[in-house]
């Protein structure tokens, strides 16, 4: 008998449908756990989704504005990126944080691994938060047309709360970061 842990999924084929520097984009034959045939469609990612909660002294935390292609709207979201496979996720971070808000940080902490959309992707989704803070200059990709907001954390997590900020990353960094603060496990 096959341990419920095990996969269930038997490939009988597979064919790369798409590809580009981001994402391939590959159907499977497969036969389900049900034991029939089917397809199922697997978007792997070629980078690490990162994020960053940068948090001053004061527990403010800064929000990036910007317009989503894929979503035909405007999202505020803590600084977050890709990070090349081949790159350190910390590194991918620290430069993410830089890009986007201009800010560096003395300490950084992993605090979450999680998986973004994972019954059709494996992308893998790393966040850190960051302190002791230090503001230089922003310079953000040619794609990006940012804007950074400073707010209070609190405030942040009330925007969460109210489904007014709605980036899955964001939503998982800032309420991680909540409970860490009602823990009492998070030094800044």
């Excluded at 830089?98 to 494996?122: K, P, Y």
């Excluded at 940012?146 to 899955?168: H, S, T, W």
């Amino acid at each position: 008998m096959q341990h419920p842990e095990d996969n269930p999924w038997q490939v009988t084929s597979q064919k790369e449908l798409y590809d580009n520097p981001w994402i391939k984009l590959t159907e499977f034959k497969v036969v389900n756990p049900s034991g029939n045939p089917g397809i199922y469609g697997k978007v792997h990612f070629k980078n690490r989704a990162i994020g960053v909660v940068a948090l001053d002294a004061n527990l403010n935390t800064y929000l990036v504005g910007q317009y989503r292609f894929a979503l035909s709207e405007y999202s505020w979201e803590i600084p977050e990126g890709g990070g090349p496979l081949h790159e350190h996720p910390l590194d991918a971070a620290k430069r993410e944080l830089l890009e986007e808000t201009g800010l560096t940080a003395n300490h950084w902490t992993e605090i979450q691994r999680m998986h973004l959309s994972n019954s059709v992707t494996d992308e893998l989704c790393i966040i850190y938060i960051a302190t002791g803070l230090e503001q230089l200059e922003a310079h953000p990709e040619d794609t990006e047309q940012l804007i950074v907001k400073k707010l209070p954390f609190n405030e942040v997590y009330q925007m969460v709360c109210a489904g007014r900020i709605k980036d899955a990353v964001t939503v998982a960094a800032i309420l991680r970061v909540k409970l860490m603060l009602m823990e009492n496990s998070l030094s800044l």
